[in-house]
């Protein structure tokens, strides 16, 4: 299974950074998880985008579906019709867009969902931020990848994560920046979740331009030290 991050950041991007965009390969197919500010062309950088077997949102704020707009342009140039899976969600406005392109395939996703592309499998589990928004357990040549999308603690997330090859997870906050009622974690918190899923490699992503990543780095690694820190354009081999 390969990772490629396309976009790292969150809820805005870098310096000609991106944010959230991550496109999977295995068993010969391509899923593209989110797709932030920047994706579309780091996506083209790897292949046609109409090309990819599916797309899969975690949520639907602006961070992890802007793309999307030109990309239904795209679309629209090359005949295509993209599969694309996310949860409900009624005041999105990028949402209701998606629904209303003939260019996009629009299949609702809820917590508990198991979706098979070819040997890939996806499970859907739940996650807590202030819009609906799920997680994604990937599956697939016998590894395992687990990608949190944004939440904050959620009851599951330890099983959602048990045993995965890479963690791929939402480390916004440092500690002291943290509270229950955020929209994030910590990057301390994915590392206790990873610690405790007895996960092989963490990587902290959704990362906020305004908060130091060597302290986050740091914080996680007291507790995780297999832990690395998510960059644009880099690839794993899981
Ligand atoms: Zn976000
Ligand atoms: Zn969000």
Redesign the pocket.
Known sequence: MRLTLLGVNGPFPAAGGGTSAYCIEAAGERLQFDFGSGALGALTALCPPEQLTALLMT?W?F??CADLLPLTYRLQAAAACLSMFGPEDAASPVRAVMAADPSVALTVVAPGDCLSFGGVHVWVYQAR?PVPSVMYRVEAEGRTLCYTG?TNTVDGLVTFAQGADLLLADGLFTRALWDEKK?HLSAALCAEAAKEAHVRRLVLTHLNPMIDPALLLAEAREIFPDTELAVKGQVYTV
């Open positions: 949520h704020h961070d992890h931020h944004d929209p």
